[in-house]
């Protein structure tokens, strides 16, 4: 009987073991967060125009705030946006998933929205010079960003069934924001964490906005359709933003 009970703990502990590798994944990487700060009972909500079912909201929408708000500005309640990323790495949770805010035009409807602050450049080269800078994009705050997007993975996969299935740019769903979020968070944050989530990237998807360059994700320009912008295109149409906008659509 004895024996019996040591090999049924075992085959317990065999059967709990397996299960936890299977639902981690033995490869993925660990983000960090400098520390994740919660808005979500101080943000206005009169921003959230409605609640969302989950099971219709499968992607993620990346932003420039285009100029810079540390992790110690007042004004990140404020951002439009679910969840923002401040330079020394703190994230921000500032609204419900399952909110619907006017962050990301023609994008609204099925995505969460993550403001990174900085004012970068959108090409190289090409930057909204009122917004200082450009910044380089620090890499503490790179990892908080790529923290953000496993974190909204995780719980799409615990309330709605799905994980992240599409990561777009704010330039994607509207013209006027061709710089946004830029090269250097597509390239170093999207790119890598669309592998990681095993998201299928589409630089030719536009819904209101333009494709991606070339620049944003190393590809070469005849790989492109359809018309791009130039630099004075895009600074002629864009308008940054600002703790107060919002972007309906
Ligand atoms: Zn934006």
Known sequence: MRTRGIVLVLAALGAAGL?????????????????????RSVSPTSKRKKTRDLADVNAIVLHQTGGLLSADHQGWKKVTAHLGGAPDGTVFL?????????????????SIAIEVS??????????WKPGGGPHDLPAAQAEGVKWAMAYIDRELRKR??????????????????????????????AMPMMKELGVVYDPNFAR???????????????VLDGSLPTG????????????????PG
């Open 118 to 127: 900085g004012n970068f450049e959108g090409e190289p080269g090409v930057y």
């Open 19 to 39: 299960w936890m590798v299977s639902d981690t994944g033995p490869s993925r990487p660990k983000h960090k967060a400098r520390r994740v700060v919660d808005l």
């Open 208 to 222: 209101g906005g333009y494709p991606h360059p070339p620049s944003w994700d190393g590809r070469e320009a005849a």
């Open 94 to 110: 500032i609204h419900p998933l399952e909110a619907y805010l006017f962050a990301s035009d023609d994008l609204n409807r099925d």
């Open 232 to 247: 004075e295109e895009m600074l002629a149409l864009y308008v940054p933003h600002s703790d107060q906008d919002e972007h």
């Open 160 to 189: 709605a069934g799905h994980g992240v299935q599409r990561v777009w740019s704010h330039r994607q769903g509207e013209k006027g924001k061709a710089l946004d979020p830029g090269w250097q968070v597509w390239s170093r944050v």
